[in-house]
T-cell receptor
Framework: DGGITQSPKYLFRKEGQNVTLSCEQNLNHDAMYWYRQDPGQGLRLIYYSQIVNDFQKGDIAEGYSVSREKKESFPLTVTSAQKNPTAFYLC???????????FGSGTRLTVV | QKEVEQDPGPLSVPEGAIVSLNCTYSNSAFQYFMWYRQYSRKGPELLMY????GNKEDGRFTAQVDKSSKYISLFIRDSQPSDSATYLCAMSFDNYGQNFVFGPGTRLSVLP
């Protein structure tokens, strides 16, 4: 079945540590996105990529980095510069133009 | 004023009730409207996707857009306990995912 796989489901980060969240899709979608979800707030866009080897900052890119070396993969690194990283992170993909997203099941990141 | 607003709930209804979920927005340029359902600790899934004004029906779900009032609704008929989830609205002025704006979601509980 086609879909998006995010891993790990739960991740714990120590202060000053970088962590990488994985996102893989087999839907042959060109566009991929990373969102952050916090209680009481709408999804906020971190980074997006419309094509391999190209990506753009979203509304809250500070403290995050991404790469898009393969069409299927769009990993997100949460760096130590992100001061409040505890959140639920969602990866999504779509055709471009979109017609709506397919989301992964999310990664819950907690700072310990 | 936030760009997209939703009553956060929780909204509790008895099984079999008709549920009305609503979003208001401020940007009159929005033309594409979506509803997503998100179960606890899962990624959102696309329920309805509509363009411009009017109604769209899919099974027990009806999406309604009133651009003159900047108001969209999702109606659920014959609600079931399995409909218990958070419902997110999203909208955009074009059909490119990086421009989607999400509401914070309404939590719905359907009681057996």
């Amino acid at each position: 079945d086609g879909g998006i796989t995010q891993s790990p489901k739960y991740l714990f980060r120590k202060e000053g540590q970088n962590v990488t969240l994985s996102c893989e899709q087999n839907l042959n979608h060109d566009a991929m996105y990373w969102y952050r979800q916090d209680p009481g707030q709408g999804l906020r866009l971190i980074y997006y990529s419309q094509i391999v080897n190209d990506f753009q900052k979203g509304d809250i890119a500070e403290g995050y980095s991404v790469s898009r070396e393969k069409k299927e993969s769009f990993p997100l690194t949460v760096t130590s510069a992100q001061k409040n990283p505890t959140a639920f992170y969602l990866c999504a993909s779509s055709r471009a133009p979109a017609g709506g997203y397919t989301f992964g099941s999310g990664t819950r990141l907690t700072v310990v | 004023q936030k760009e997209v607003e939703q009553d956060p709930g929780p909204l509790s209804v008895p099984e079999g009730a008709i549920v009305s979920l609503n979003c208001t927005y401020s940007n009159s340029a929005f033309q594409y409207f979506m509803w997503y359902r998100q179960y606890s600790r899962k990624g959102p899934e696309l329920l309805m996707y509509t363009y411009s004004s009017g109604n769209k029906e899919d099974g027990r779900f009806t999406a309604q857009v009133d651009k003159s009032s900047k108001y969209i609704s999702l109606f659920i008929r014959d609600s079931q306990p399995s409909d218990s989830a958070t419902y997110l609205c999203a909208m955009s002025f074009d059909n490119y995912g990086q421009n989607f704006v999400f509401g914070p979601g309404t939590r719905l509980s359907v009681l057996p």
